[in-house]
């Protein structure tokens, strides 16, 4: 008799806790919408769920994608995230937010190209080149379908988008006279 009842009393123990899982599951859920869409909430580590597959972990990724209207229109705008992708002991694949830019252009080009090439956030541009070299990581932009990689691109990233103005290089200018 008193086995049934330990069961029966187990059982409902069991029940309840359940019960409160779900519930800390759904407000879980409900927390990291309202999160996901505050002001710094792209900044928070996220596992990750599609990676391409070809892409080497670690690595450097800058990901370009369009900002549409409510009714699923283009707004000309485009928003480039910057992350770390890296294994993760515990979670598998992580991406490591390092950056956000969103740009705007009366250019209505999809992708956008710069000579050849993804048209990269300036800012951004430079750090995924700087990261990349300093922390010796291979670094990706990615755009829909297309991936290219940056560290085939050219050694100086900041000379090759500002063709056409001066530089300062030590003492002297580079650049057009």
């Known amino acids: 008799m ?11 123990l069991l029940e309840k806790k359940d019960a409160k899982i779900k ?14 869409g505050s002001r710094w909430g792209w900044a928070i580590p996220r596992k990750m769920e599609d990676d ?5 972990v670690p690595r450097l990724e800058i990901r370009c994608r369009k900002l549409l209207w409510d009714d699923g229109s283009w707004t000309g705008d485009v928003q480039w995230d910057y992350y770390l992708v890296c294994q ?8 490591i937010p390092l950056g956000r830019t969103t740009t705007s252009s009366s250019n209505t080009e999809w992708p956008r190209v710069f000579r050849g090439r993804l048209d990269l956030p300036y800012r951004d ?7 990349a070299a300093h922390l010796d990581l291979p670094c990706f932009a990615v755009s829909g379908d297309r991936v290219e990689n940056l560290n085939e691109a050219s050694d100086d ?5 500002s ?3 001066k530089h300062r290089r030590g003492d002297r200018y580079v650049g057009a006279a």
């Open 2 to 12: 008193s086995e049934e009842k330990t069961i029966k009393q187990l059982t409902k």
């Open 23 to 36: 519930k800390l599951k759904a407000k879980n859920h409900e927390l990291r919408q309202s999160l996901d």
């Open 52 to 56: 391409i597959e070809e892409l080497p």
């Open 88 to 95: 993760h002991l515990v979670d598998g694949l992580k991406e």
């Open 125 to 131: 541009g430079c750090h995924i080149h700087h990261d």
């Open 157 to 161: 990233y900041m000379t090759q988008r």
């Open 163 to 165: 063709t056409g103005r």
